[in-house]
T-cell receptor, first 115, second 112 residues
């Protein structure tokens, strides 16, 4: 099945700096790549996603880029703020699962934004 | 529009007992997926139900089971609880034809 690896596991940045989290996947047929943010004690929330027919998607300070050839996708957060501090998860559909609820998640990145 | 509702939010059980967790999806969502979240293993897929049928299954033992009702509400059951079952159990709903998941707040299970 699909395998998703996420790096780094922890990331500390100064407020205002940029943060980049990278994920690699194994199934070249995967076509959907979401990013979830989970604040301490709260539920994971979808913050941005990208489908395989585009290379980049932006939403205000966050963006996701996809490199299908290299099988990796990245989350970019610009002008980081303390409220960006959270655990971020990437995911991809499990091999053969199509458009279903079966996602394979990366191990998560704990982002700390220092004021 | 109400979100995904999970009950109970917290529960404590002892080894050998069983537990049932409930999930009410967003109105109109026909797919309900269950995930286990632990510090060591991250988010792991348990199973997914769509139109009262199990559509996908993860790599968990048969002690973990679920079902979905005609109103799309879902329950998961864990029998013969083990210490290692202590985790946050998250339910997520989606419209059915897409894999855009909306998570509930979770049920935190502690097994003593």
């Amino acid at each position: 099945g699909e395998n998703v690896e996420q790096h780094p596991s922890t990331l500390s940045v100064q407020e205002g700096d940029s943060a980049v989290i990278k994920c690699t996947y194994s199934d070249s047929a995967s076509n959907y790549f979401p990013w979830y943010k989970q604040e301490l004690g709260k539920r994971p929330q979808l913050i941005i996603d990208i489908r395989s027919n585009v290379g980049e998607k932006k939403d205000q300070r966050i963006a996701v880029t996809l490199n299908k050839t290299a099988k990796h996708f990245s989350l970019h957060i610009t002008e980081t703020q303390p409220e960006d501090s959270a655990v971020y998860f990437c995911a991809a559909p499990d091999q053969g699962s199509g458009n279903t609820g079966k996602l394979i998640f990366g191990q998560g990145t704990t982002l700390q934004v220092k004021p | 529009k109400a979100g995904v509702t999970q009950t109970p939010r917290y529960l404590i059980k002892t080894r050998g007992q069983q537990v049932t967790l409930s999930c009410s999806p967003i109105s109109g969502h026909r797919s309900v997926s269950w995930y286990q979240q632990t510090p060591g293993q991250g988010l792991q897929f348990l199973f997914e139900y769509f139109s009262e049928t199990q559509r996908n299954k993860g790599n968990f033992p048969g002690r973990f089971s679920g079902r979905q009702f005609s109103n799309s509400r879902s329950e998961m059951n864990v029998s013969t609880l083990e210490l290692g079952d202590s985790a946050l159990y998250l339910c997520a709903s989606s419209p059915g034809g897409a894999n855009v998941l909306t998570f509930g707040a979770g049920s935190r299970l502690t097994v003593l």
